[in-house]
C-alpha cells in the first residue's frame, strides 16, 4: 500500500507570492491533516479535514487555507509569502479516529526568499 | 531578526543497550499519547501510542510508560541499534471524535544517536 503522497518535495518561492501543496492520503483513509514543522517552533497543526469538510483548524492567520476533495486528496495554500513561512510542511492521514495510527508523509520543504 | 531554534536534548546510546526518552505533556486533560519517530528527511513515523486509562503498553522492542500524576511519559526502546538514531517526538490529544485525530500537540522532540 503506497503512504501518503506529498509534492512537490521541494519548494522555493519569493515573498508575496503564493503557494499551493498537494497531498494524496493512503488509499482508504478519509482524514487529512496538515502540520508546520520548523525549527523554531517545532511541530504545529494548520488543519483536518475529514469527507471534505475542515474539522478543526490551528492558530494560523488566514493566508494559510486547505480543502480536501471527493477523492480525500487534500491541497494546502498559503497566499502572500512570507519569510517566516519558510518551513516542512507536513500532510498526515488516516481512516478514521484514534483506532486507526495517524500516517505521516515526508513533507514538501518551502524555502521563501 | 534571526529566529533561534529549538535546542533539542540528545540522548546518546550505547548499540545493544536500552534506551530511556522521556517527555512531559502539559494538559492534565489529554486523553491519548503518541511516540513518533523522524529520521532525517522523512516525516514522523508511527511508533506506538497509549490511552490515558492505561499505565503501560509494549511493542516490539518498544514500551510505552504513562503517569498521570506528573504527567509524564516516557518510550524505552531496547537493545538499540543504530537504525533507532532519529529525532523521537511525544504527542498528546484530548479526544473529541471518534472519526477523526484532531490537533495533536507535538513536544519538542529528542535527538537519539546510537554510538557502536
Known amino acids: 500500500k503506497a503512504g501518503v503522497t506529498q509534492t512537490p518535495r521541494y519548494l522555493i518561492k519569493t515573498r508575496g507570492q503564493q503557494v499551493t501543496l498537494s497531498c494524496s492520503p493512503i488509499?482508504?483513509?478519509?482524514?487529512v491533516s496538515w502540520y508546520q514543522q520548523t525549527p523554531g517552533q517545532g511541530l504545529q497543526f494548520l488543519f483536518e479535514y475529514f469527507s471534505e469538510t475542515q474539522r478543526n483548524k490551528g492558530n494560523f492567520p488566514g493566508r494559510f487555507s486547505g480543502r480536501q476533495f471527493s477523492n480525500s486528496r487534500s491541497e494546502m495554500n498559503v497566499s502572500t509569502l512570507e519569510l517566516g513561512d519558510s518551513a516542512l510542511y507536513l500532510c498526515a492521514s488516516s481512516s478514521r479516529g484514534p483506532d486507526s495510527p495517524l500516517h505521516f508523509g515526508n513533507g514538501t520543504r518551502l524555502t521563501v526568499t | 531578526g534571526e529566529s533561534v531554534g529549538l535546542h533539542l536534548p540528545t540522548l546518546s546510546v550505547q548499540e545493544g543497550d536500552n534506551s530511556i526518552i522521556n517527555c512531559a505533556y502539559s494538559n492534565s486533560a489529554s486523553d491519548y499519547f503518541i511516540w513518533y519517530k523522524q529520521e532525517s528527511g522523512k516525516g514522523p513515523q508511527f511508533i506506538i501510542d497509549i490511552r490515558s486509562n492505561m499505565d503501560k503498553r509494549q511493542g516490539q522492542r518498544v514500551t510505552v510508560l504513562l503517569n498521570k500524576t506528573v504527567k509524564h511519559l516516557s518510550l524505552q526502546i531496547a537493545a538499540t541499534q543504530p537504525g533507532d538514531s532519529a529525532v523521537y517526538f511525544c504527542?498528546?490529544?484530548?479526544?473529541?471524535?471518534?472519526?477523526?485525530?484532531?490537533?495533536?500537540?507535538f513536544g519538542a522532540g529528542t535527538q537519539v544517536v546510537v554510538t557502536p
Open positions: 488509499s482508504g483513509h478519509r482524514s
Open positions: 504527542a498528546e490529544i484530548k479526544l473529541m471524535t471518534t472519526d477523526s485525530w484532531g490537533k495533536l500537540q
